[in-house]
């Protein structure tokens, strides 16, 4: 599948995905994996921003709150809509452009940081994904991203659960197959029956690499890992939000936090 087809199904899950992320029926998004990756983020206050993927830009809101002067791009023009509209009525400074962070339009050297949530694993090339985001960083600069985790959330992750919900193991498989684009049918877990009737579920092109392909495309974009970590629900949340109790089983989240050397 190509960038055309990845675009066109993006767009098409846009609208929806828009709606329920800020309904918060991404619970996986909410309770664990933007806290986890918000706390490992280092001090971007006064810094220069770039968040790939940035989808409705909840995540991207974030970043600005704290600080950085971000721009946000995205390859469906729904979702920089959307982002656009929230800045109009919220505004933290953000510029949100329709783009293909497989060929980013920025000058070498542009920013003092990227971001990315969850996107580059979606994107049809992320050999180019990351050497695009290594290409815009400042030497010094760092790319801090979230991606499924390569290892515990390949192409076939089924949470086994008992009736009342009670996670109770999981079954991983195809770690080393290469879906290249085939096209995964799923929604939010949190999203109510009444709302499941009224809306497609998500169309997603899946392109999953091996936990070595990942290393190899951080290592070829001449970045240096510096932090990785692995998200798992606290016992509170646990409480709070059952849902979530696989990722005490397994990751399902990997974040890793890269640096283009200060000599680079
Ligand atoms: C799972 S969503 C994550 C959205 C957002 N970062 C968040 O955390 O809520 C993946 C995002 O990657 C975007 N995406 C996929 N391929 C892309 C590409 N080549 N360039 C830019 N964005 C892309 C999609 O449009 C989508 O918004």
Not at 99 to 119: C, K, Q, R, V, Y
Not at 166 to 192: K, N, Q
């Amino acid at each position: 599948m190509d960038r055309t087809h990845v675009a066109a199904c993006w767009e098409a899950n846009a609208e929806t995905w828009t709606q329920h992320a800020r309904a918060g029926y991404d619970l996986y998004r909410d309770a664990l994996n933007t806290p986890v990756f918000l706390a490992n983020l280092p001090p971007i206050a006064g810094l220069r921003g770039l968040d790939i993927g940035c989808g409705e830009g909840g995540n991207t809101r974030k970043l600005a709150e704290r600080g950085a002067r971000i721009t946000a791009i995205d390859i469906a023009p729904t979702f920089i809509r959307h982002g656009r509209e929230a800045e109009a009525q919220a505004p933290l400074g953000i510029t949100y452009l329709e783009s293909d962070g497989t060929a980013l339009p920025f000058a070498d050297e542009s920013f003092d940081f990227a971001t990315a949530f969850m996107s580059l694993m979606d994107m049809h090339r992320q050999d180019l994904g990351i050497a695009e985001a290594a290409r815009v960083l400042k030497p010094g600069g760092f790319l801090q991203f979230s991606i499924l985790h390569p290892c515990f959330a390949p192409p076939n992750r089924k949470v086994l659960r008992e009736g009342d919900g009670t996670v109770t193991g999981l079954l991983i498989s195809e770690y080393f197959s290469d879906p290249a684009g085939a096209v995964e049918v799923w929604r939010f877990g949190a999203v109510p029956e009444h709302e499941r009737a009224a809306s497609a579920p998500f169309r997603v092109p899946v392109f999953h690499k091996t936990l070595s392909e990942w290393v190899a495309f951080i290592v070829a974009a001449g970045l240096v890992i510096e932090h990785m970590a692995e998200p798992r629900i606290d016992p509170e949340t646990a409480a709070r939000e059952p849902y979530l109790a696989d990722t005490l089983m397994a990751p399902l989240f990997l974040h890793i936090r890269a640096r283009k050397p200060a000599g680079a």
